[in-house]
């Protein structure tokens, strides 16, 4: 499955099984400025676990929907985060 917008997923959507992380939480993150995967990994410990969240080469069963760098990305393209210089 794939999101064309951040708006997408329900922001209850547990992106990050093993820390039980929502996508409202990593939205929040990134709005608070953590803009690059390890401040946000940091920032709410997705990823720390199994790390299947963090990207799809993580992941290679593909067992999760969205992951750490498609909502990074995303979050870039909507404005979210500042441009990378």
Known sequence: ?????????EEIYT?????DVSYGDIL????EGNCDLDSLM????A???CGK?????EDPADERAIHLTDI???AKAE?????ES
């Not at 992106?15 to 820390?19: K, S």
């Not at 969240?53 to 080469?57: E, G, M, R, W, Y």
């Open 1 to 9: 499955m794939k999101f064309d917008q951040l708006g997408s997923i």
């Open 15 to 19: 992106v990050c099984e093993c820390m």
């Open 28 to 31: 929040k993150a990134i709005k």
């Open 42 to 45: 940091e920032a709410t410990d």
């Open 47 to 49: 990823g720390t676990g």
């Open 53 to 57: 969240c963090i990207s799809p080469d």
């Open 72 to 74: 990074l990305q995303l």
């Open 79 to 83: 404005g979210l985060c500042p441009k």
